[in-house]
């Protein structure tokens, strides 16, 4: 176990070595430590909220991995100044993705999957894709940054609309159809595939994800009858869990 303050600042120093060994100019440095910033803000705040004093293994992966991910969104803001970065965020990124598949082992083998663990895993999920969309979308199209924005509309909504606050029902196809989205990305990021090779696995992966949320959305708003009848005071008292990926 390591003490939150302690990891986080553990993933900041991280972060830093690997811009240095990247060798990225200003404005990835600037992106990269931004990105950093929000990450330790936002997940020490989490921590304080739902009571974590320290984070467990499966938890060290998963901030390793949203580390990663905040050094690919360094690569992504040097590869607008007319820098060639795939050849280091393609590896980056894979090994990101598979921390993906490893943390979730991980939690079980030792016993601490947590409430905690799923928000931040979810959050890193998210992030990654967000920022393999900007870079893929230059080449691919508009259309593919829709993939990067959804979870955060998704999450402006649950703000906005009461019914969309309620505790949806676990999930593992969310996990799956995240982890496709990642490799779908990554594949076209890297440029080794044929263009329409690319877009067609690109595709695949738009409606997966429309799929995903959809059906969220759906559930959501066949049982808003129920929440309205209740009220929706329970949910703004935090009784509710937010929808994580």
């Known amino acids: ?59 060290l992966v998963t901030l390793t991995r949203a ?41 079980r083998r030792t016993g601490t999957a947590s409430a905690f663990g799923g928000r931040i895993d979810g959050e890193a999920d998210a992030f990654l894709i967000l920022v393999l969309s900007v870079f893929v979308a230059r080449d691919a199209g508009v259309w593919v ?3 990067g924005v959804v979870r955060y509309a998704y999450a402006v909504a649950t703000w906005l609309l009461p019914w969309m606050q309620q505790q ?36 695949v992966a738009f409606v997966l994800l429309a799929e995903s949320f959809g059906w969220d959305v759906v559930w959501l708003w066949r049982r808003r009858a129920g929440l309205n009848r209740t009220g929706a005071r329970d949910v703004r008292k935090g009784k509710t869990l937010q929808r994580n990926r």
Not at 27 to 41: D, K, P, Q, R, Y
């Open 1 to 59: 176990m390591v003490a939150v303050r302690r990891g986080l600042a553990a993933c900041v120093a991280g972060l830093m070595v690997l811009l240095v060994l990247l060798g990225v100019g200003p404005v990835a440095w600037i992106v990269g430590l931004g990105c950093a910033l929000v990450l330790t803000v936002a997940t020490e705040r989490r921590a304080v909220v739902d009571g974590i004093a320290a984070f467990g293994p499966a938890d």
């Open 67 to 107: 580390t990663l991910a905040c050094a690919v969104a360094a690569l992504v803001a040097q590869s607008f100044t007319g820098a060639h970065v795939v050849s280091a965020l393609v590896p980056l990124t894979v090994v990101a993705l598979v921390l993906d598949f490893v943390d979730g082992r991980v939690a």
């Open 145 to 147: 940054l829709a993939m």
């Open 168 to 203: 949806l029902p676990p999930r593992y196809w969310r996990k799956v159809v995240a982890a496709y989205v990642g490799i779908a990305l990554t594949l076209a990021a890297s440029g080794l595939a044929p263009a329409v090779t690319s877009y067609a696995v690109l595709a």
